[in-house]
């Protein structure tokens, strides 16, 4: 038996992934974007890298020396209430909570933007996926790096050898247990506050205390030394700077001045997101 409408249900169902392969398509033609010329940011100045190379290097050092292996002695002490509620805050370091709400997000709106909607409605669409991409790139990409760093520099554990060992290493070895260095944990936290806090400036004192939370989280939990997180903190901010600077130089979402300054673009109102929600549903 046929179904009345057949034919012309395949003919929209081949409209709509012929949409959904261009939107895809011109979301990757962004990466071919030739950057504005502009000068390089601020911070990027070649003075200030080396200076705060070398303060990263010398406080990552000392704290090995010094504290790492009385730190760990510590949080071995520690009370257990305490213990149990960083280990119950510590799993909103993973940058999955975020990742996967935000791919879902960027598949939702290749799949529901069509010519069909309005200009309005389909800038704002453009405007959400610029952003959203962003914080994808700015957390994935430092966590991916320094995932796979971790576990070729091989530094031991906290108490993986019977004692703190902050001077253990395997590299190269591949392994869970001699991947320490730096704290996953920490590096996608400041990645996350860094990039959340580059969007919208005004969060940038809630999202450094969650990340600095974590942060703590991974030494409370002796699951990393001291250095450990501060190398996180570090990589996982720069990074996400890096990832910022790249977008602000091609205009998407950011803004760079001919000072060097970066700046967040405005968006959408929430007004407007909510108008084209409405669009969407709508019968």
């Not at 990027?44 to 009385?70: E, K, N, Q, S």
């Not at 879902?104 to 290749?110: D, G």
């Not at 809630?206 to 501060?230: E, G, K, N, Q």
């Amino acid at each position: 038996m046929r179904v009345s409408g057949g034919p012309a249900r395949t003919r929209i169902n081949g409209m709509r992934l012929q949409w959904i392969c261009a939107n895809a398509l011109q979301s990757f033609a962004l990466f071919k974007r030739k950057p504005r010329a502009a000068a390089p940011p601020a911070w990027r100045a070649p003075r200030r890298i080396a200076i705060g190379a070398v303060v990263a290097l010398v406080a990552v050092v000392a704290t090995m020396v010094w504290v790492d292996a009385w730190a760990v002695d510590v949080a071995r002490r520690l009370p257990q209430p305490l213990v149990t509620f960083f280990d119950w805050l510590t799993d909103f370091g993973k940058s999955v909570r975020l990742l996967v709400p935000i791919g879902l997000l960027l598949a939702a709106i290749a799949v529901v933007d069509s010519p069909a909607l309005a200009r309005m409605s389909r800038c704002v669409l453009a405007a959400l996926a610029v952003r959203l991409g962003f914080l994808f790139a700015a957390v994935a990409l430092p966590g991916l790096v320094f995932t796979i760093a971790k576990r070729l520099i091989g530094r031991a554990r906290p108490l993986v050898e019977g004692s703190a060992a902050p001077f253990s290493y395997r590299p190269l070895g591949w392994s869970v247990e001699y991947a320490s260095f730096p704290s996953g944990h920490a590096t996608d936290a400041f990645a996350i506050a860094t990039a959340v806090g580059a969007l919208w400036p005004r969060t940038r004192p809630i999202m450094w205390t969650y990340a600095v939370l974590i942060a703590i989280s991974r030494i409370v939990l002796t699951a990393h030394f001291p250095s450990d997180v501060i190398a996180g903190a570090v990589v996982g901010t720069m990074g996400a700077l890096v990832v910022r600077d790249w977008f602000a130089a091609r205009g998407l979402a950011f803004s760079l001045a001919s000072d060097g300054q970066v700046r967040p673009l405005p968006g959408p109102s929430w007004a407007r997101i909510k108008r084209v929600a409405r669009q969407l549903i709508a019968p």
